[in-house]
C-alpha cells in the first residue's frame, strides 16, 4: 500500500528537490503538484490525498489558508515545509504531522513521513501496516530495549506542572492532567484536557522530567499517561495498539512491548 501524497509549494525549484527526496521513499505515490493554494484545495478534491506537503508563505493564500477551505472530512493529513520556523506553533495547533525547515534533511523527512504512516494506520481502518514495518525496520536496532534511565539519578521530587510557553504567553499544566505526549520534530506535543500544547524540548528531556511509575515510554516518538490505558490490542506483527480512556489509540513499537506486557500483567 501507498501514501498518496500532493506536493504544494510556490517554487518550482522547491518543488522539484522535494520531489526527487520522496523518489527514495518506496511507499510515498506523489499524486500531484500545485503552485498555489487555490490549486492544492482543487487537487485535494480531485484526488482526495492521503497527505500535503504543505508550503506556508504562498502568494495569494497562505497554507494556513489552504486548511481553512478544506472540509474537515477532506483534510489531509498535513506536513508543513517551510523556510521559516516562527510558524511552528501554529502549525501544530492544527494537529500537522511536523514542521520541516527547508533546506529538508533527508533524515527528517523520513521521519515524518514515518509519522504520517502510523497517524493513518492508527486513525483510519487502513491497512497501511507493511509500510509502517518497511520504515521503520532501518532504525529498529538503533531504538533501545527499554528507556535508557539506569545512568540517570531519579529526581528528589517529580513536578506537579509544566511551564509551557508560546510567544510571551507562559502557561502552566498541571502533569496529572497530560495524557499522552508526541514528538514533532523538535517539539513536543502534550497533550492535555483535550487542548495540544507545543513545548520545544527533546524527548529525552521531557521524558526525565516526568515520573515513571505514571508515564510509559511506548514509542520512540511517544510517552503515556498509564492511568488512562483502558485496553490494549496485540497486533499480528507482535506490536500492540493502546486504547486510551479519551478514545485515542497510540501504537506500540516492537522496541517498547516488553514494558507494555509488564504494566499489563501488573494491573
Known sequence: MSIRAILVDDEELARRGLRRRLESI???????????????????????????FLDIQMPGMSGFDVIKNLQS????LVIFTTAYDQYAVDAFKVHAIDYL????????LKDAVEQ???????????????????MVSAKAA?????????????????????AIKDGSDITLI?????????AAGDYMCVHANGETHIMRITMRQLNDRLNPDQFLRIHRSTIVNSQLIAGA????????????????????SRSYRD?????????
Open 142 to 162: 538503533a531504538e533501545p530495549t527499554e528507556p535508557d534511565t539506569n545512568d540517570k539519578p531519579e529526581p528528589p521530587a517529580w513536578p506537579e506542572k509544566l
Open 26 to 52: 518506496q511507499a510515498i505515490e506523489l499524486v500531484g503538484e500545485a503552485a498555489n493554494g487555490f490549486e492544492a484545495i482543487e487537487l485535494v478534491h480531485e484526488l482526495e490525498p492521503d497527505l500535503l
Open 116 to 134: 504520517a504512516a502510523e497517524r493513518l494506520a492508527l486513525n483510519q481502518n487502513n491497512p497501511k501496516q507493511a509500510f509502517i514495518d518497511l
Open 101 to 108: 525547515l527547508k533546506p529538508i534533511e533527508e533524515e527528517r
Open 259 to 267: 514494558i507494555i506486557k509488564q504494566f499489563l500483567s501488573s494491573h
Open 73 to 76: 472530512d477532506q483534510l489531509p
Open 233 to 252: 490490542q496485540a497486533l499480528t506483527n507482535g506490536e500492540y495498539s493502546l486504547s486510551l480512556s479519551n478514545g485515542t489509540k497510540l501504537k506500540v
Open 174 to 182: 498541571r502533569v496529572a492532567d497530560i495524557e499522552w505526549i508526541d
